[in-house]
């Protein structure tokens, strides 16, 4: 089992940038494959990145392509989300989760493929 505990979030004007560290509990981290997601009110949760258990692999959402990037750091037991260039439209909590596996799989991007998850920071991103 692990916990997580997202911290980083804050408010920022548009253009800005933040970074989201994620801590995860447990000596097992290596294991998990890593995955932030995001709800803002009144909507689903939905997918913003991903990475694999070595870093070796990593997949976004279309809508922070080439913004946003994803990076772990297993000796750490942390995962990080770098923010750049944010938008209006990114305020939202922003949540880690973890999925345990002793296989390469390919990178989850639905929210009941994790079986961890944090209770969440929040970003907003003023006009």
């Known amino acids: 089992q692990v916990q997580l505990v997202e911290s980083g979030g804050g408010l920022v004007q548009a253009g800005g940038s933040l970074r989201l560290p994620c801590a995860a509990s447990g000596r097992t981290f290596s294991y998990y494959i890593m995955g932030w997601f995001r709800q803002a009110p009144g909507k689903e949760r939905e997918f913003v990145a991903a990475i694999s258990r070595s870093a070796g692999n990593s997949d976004y959402a279309d809508s922070v392509k080439g913004r946003f990037a994803i990076s772990r750091d297993n000796a750490k037991n942390t995962v990080y989300l770098q923010m750049n260039n944010l938008e209006p439209e990114d305020t939202a909590v922003y949540y880690c989760?973890?999925?345990?596996?002793?296989?390469?799989?390919?990178?989850?991007?639905?929210?009941?493929?994790?079986?961890?998850w944090g209770q969440g920071t929040q970003v907003t991103v003023s006009s």
């Open positions: 989760a973890a999925k345990f596996t002793t296989t390469i799989v390919a990178l989850p991007t639905t929210p009941n493929a994790y079986n961890y």
